[in-house]
């Protein structure tokens, strides 16, 4: 009999909030810096499957063997692949096996293998988890996973206090924040129904275009990276840059990025249609920016202090490079992920008064 739940299945996401809730009904877990992963067996068949729903099983043939020997042998489950390297977390070796080369993934698997964390249960057997309560899927997965060979399961803890210790010990050992998951609720695919506390805000966004380096022959060195954030529409925002490279990074950049440039097809290159889109004349730019497109396929990880204007909003200030996410998928860069500041109503705060607008 097959599985009661087939791949493609959307993970539950995570909503960013400033600090730790407390008092309420909440689970809460390490946030593991590494590959989104659901791991759907079926007897001999694994499929390990991306945040975005593509395969990983050709990236990690180890982890899929590994698993293929630990887990039940009709389960799927949500977890993150992630690499240990000099005891912490290394991001750039798991970011290194999204290689074309098969000989090439099987010397880091050998020399650097994945493990994977579980941290959710979504079905067992013929048994669908999705309405059952976090707390009653955490109990039953603790049943199932027996730590080793490469499989780990998640602490939890249902202590506000606990986990506040957890976001300042484990950051030293490559962890990014604290997860909390409602305790009473259910599995919500592609719904931000947990909270994240992150070390610091951050977001992936769509690489849709570039600006060469003013002191350099254009095509030769790259000065910025235009980024993009998709609406709740599915259309595709200019939200702000990303820049301050060294010289050797900018010239690797433009040969990197030179078969992405396009003529052709492009969100931006449209006639004004309420989108944000780069380069637009201001009161500090009389002109009409001059910026090179790219197809919007790449995505980074940035990190940004706030945003301002009207949704949709922009950075403030130019985002700083964190990493290439190979693993994520342009379309699902979204404007949910941004942490909104609360609203206020103006008025209240100058007449010394502050109140929710």
């Keep these: 009999m097959p599985l009661p739940l087939k791949p493609p299945v959307q993970p539950m996401l995570a909503t960013a909030v400033d600090a730790i809730p407390t008092g309420s009904d909440l689970l809460f877990e390490p946030k593991w810096d590494g590959y989104r992963c659901l791991v759907f067996r079926d007897g001999d068949e694994v499929v390990l499957q991306s945040r975005s729903g593509k395969p990983l099983n050709r990236y990690f043939p180890e982890a899929e063997a590994a698993l293929r020997r630990t887990l039940p042998p009709r389960v799927v489950v949500d977890g993150e692949l992630v690499v240990a390297k000099g005891g912490k977390l290394d991001f750039d070796a798991l970011t290194e096996r999204i290689h074309p080369a098969a000989s090439r993934i099987a010397l880091l698997a050998e020399q650097q293998p994945a493990g994977f964390v579980a941290f959710d249960l979504l079905a067992l057997g013929d048994r669908v988890l999705l309405d059952e309560a976090c707390a009653r899927r955490r109990e039953v997965l603790e049943g199932l996973i027996t730590p080793g060979d490469s499989l780990y399961l998640t602490p939890s803890t249902a202590d506000a206090a606990v986990a506040a210790q957890w976001f300042e010990l484990f950051e030293g050992a490559g962890l990014d924040g604290v ?76 040969s990197e990025l030179a078969d992405l440039i396009t003529d052709g097809d492009h969100p931006w290159l449209v006639e004004p249609d309420g989108r944000r889109l780069p380069g637009e004349i201001n009161r500090w730019r009389g002109k009409q920016a001059e910026w090179v497109p790219l197809r919007p396929e790449r995505v980074l990880e940035i990190s940004y202090t706030q945003t301002e204007g009207a949704a949709p909003a922009r950075l403030r200030h130019n985002g700083q490079f964190r990493r290439w996410r190979p693993d994520r998928d342009a379309g699902s860069c979204r404007y949910d992920q941004l942490e909104q500041p609360a609203r206020y109503d103006v008025e209240s705060v100058l007449r010394g008064e502050v109140r929710p607008a």
Excluded at 201 to 224: N, Y
Excluded at 247 to 254: D, F, N
């Design 179 to 254: 997860i909390g998951k409602p305790a009473t609720g259910g599995y919500t695919p592609g719904k931000r129904t947990m909270v994240k506390v992150k070390h610091a805000r951050t977001a992936e966004c769509v690489v849709a275009g570039l600006r060469w380096h003013k002191d350099t022959e254009p095509g030769t060195a790259v000065g910025s990276l235009l980024l993009g954030l998709h609406d709740d529409q599915g259309v595709l925002h200019h939200v702000g840059v990303v820049g301050s490279f060294k010289a050797a990074e900018r010239r690797a950049l433009a």
